[in-house]
């Protein structure tokens, strides 16, 4: 009995005075004055690694469309809709909506309007904020809606063609007002930015 | 000249079924006060030699026999010289002097353990009281402005930055504008790895 509650008083001791002597280190001066980048929000390996893979994809889909293989390239285009970006990297968003841009034009070359409207407004109601790739897609966006009015032209409905040309009317709005206020928000960061 | 006590120890011995005389009686009653007196410590000091050999026969026979008993503090002296002895203090010393007693021995023994344990535990409650009472002034301590430097905004995940906006003929130009974005990212993740992550 005694010998176990020397042992304790032992081991507290040690503890406390432990305690107190590492509570001592930080004035010490030995402290980091500098502080490294956070690691979530750099550039890592992930987001090259992502970019990279989009950027192949791209080029495939290119070469197929020189080659004349429309649909090859769709699908490699598509491929960049199912690459994993870090979470919360905003170059992802960025990245799909122009792969979304340039796959809806691609659905349209095909005659596949009803799936490049559909590629677009997944696109339009995914997207965060303002920018100039939510204003491009508008843009293709504009462009569906035309090609449906002359197909409907062709189809001798006028009235769905005119809706459909609104339609068209309203999305490049959409685009030019977007773009404009971006314009607008840059020309007036561009006094503060140091040369 | 001859004594009854020289008769008793230099006569032939007598029969043991022969009645003892008047003389050997006297002389045994005589024996027998004389070691009643030396058990109790009260020897004369005066005694014949036969007396005084007899005398040392029936000590030894009754300390042999197993019941004699040491007094308390004899047993002690001869405890602790022979203690003395086996450490090699000097035996000449007193019985008392040199040598701890094992009574004074065990009563520290039992002290100590008790002795260090309280002084471990307030050295423990002094310790966890120091804790107690400088945090709060840590804490109410102005905080030492540390240099962070902030991290180049080429370094960092961000928005794509575009000199202005896409236009209809550039619509379906995905492929220049990924290149543009891996090329900038890719410098800025260089540019951090070869400065070990340091600004």
């Known amino acids: ?195 | 000249m001859s004594t009854d006590d020289d008769d008793i120890l230099s006569a032939p011995v007598p029969d043991p079924d022969a009645e003892p005389t008047a003389a050997e009686r006297a002389h045994a009653r005589t024996f027998a006060d004389l070691v009643d007196k030396t058990l109790s410590g009260r020897t004369p000091p005066a005694m014949s030699a036969d007396d005084r050999a007899l005398l040392e026969v029936a000590t030894v026979i009754r300390a042999t026999s197993g019941g004699l008993e040491l007094a308390p503090q004899r047993t002690r002296s001869i405890v602790e010289d022979a203690l003395r002895q086996a450490i090699g203090a000097n035996s000449a010393a007193t019985s008392m002097g040199g040598v701890t007693p094992i009574t004074a021995a065990k009563s520290r023994r039992r002290w100590v353990p008790w002795a260090i344990a309280a002084t471990s535990s307030i050295v423990a409650v002094a310790a966890i009281m120091m804790l107690w009472l400088r945090t709060p002034k840590q804490l109410a301590a102005p905080v030492a402005p540390v240099a962070q430097q902030e991290t180049p905004a080429n370094w960092k995940s961000r928005p794509v930055e575009l000199p202005g906006p896409i236009t209809r003929d550039k619509s379906g130009d995905a492929l220049s504008r990924i290149d543009y974005i891996f090329a900038d990212r890719l410098e800025g993740f260089r540019e951090r790895r070869l400065r070990g992550g340091k600004p």
């Open chain 1, 1 to 195: 009995m005694t010998r176990v509650f020397v042992i304790l008083a032992l081991t507290l001791g040690m503890f406390a005075a432990g305690c107190t002597s590492h509570d001592r280190e930080p004035a010490g001066g030995s402290q980091s004055v500098t502080r490294v980048a956070e690691p979530d929000d750099v550039i890592d390996q992930d987001l090259m690694i992502a970019l990279a893979q989009a950027k192949n994809f791209h080029h495939k889909a290119k070469v197929y469309i020189s080659d004349g293989k429309p649909a090859e390239a769709t699908a490699s285009v598509r491929e960049i809709l199912s690459l994993r970006f870090p979470a919360g990297a905003p170059e992802a968003e960025d990245v799909r909506l122009d792969a979304r841009a340039l796959l809806a034009k691609l659905l349209v070359s095909q005659g596949q309007l009803d799936e490049a409207m559909r590629t677009v407004d997944e696109g339009l109601a995914q997207a965060q904020r303002e920018t100039f790739f939510v204003a491009n897609l508008h843009t293709v966006q504009g462009e569906i809606h035309e090609a449906r009015a002359a197909n409907f032209d062709s189809e001798n409905d006028k009235a769905k063609a005119i809706e459909e040309r609104r339609a068209a009317i309203t999305s490049y709005d959409r685009s030019i007002q977007i773009n404009t206020a971006l314009q607008k928000s840059l020309l007036q960061k561009k006094p503060t930015e140091p040369r």
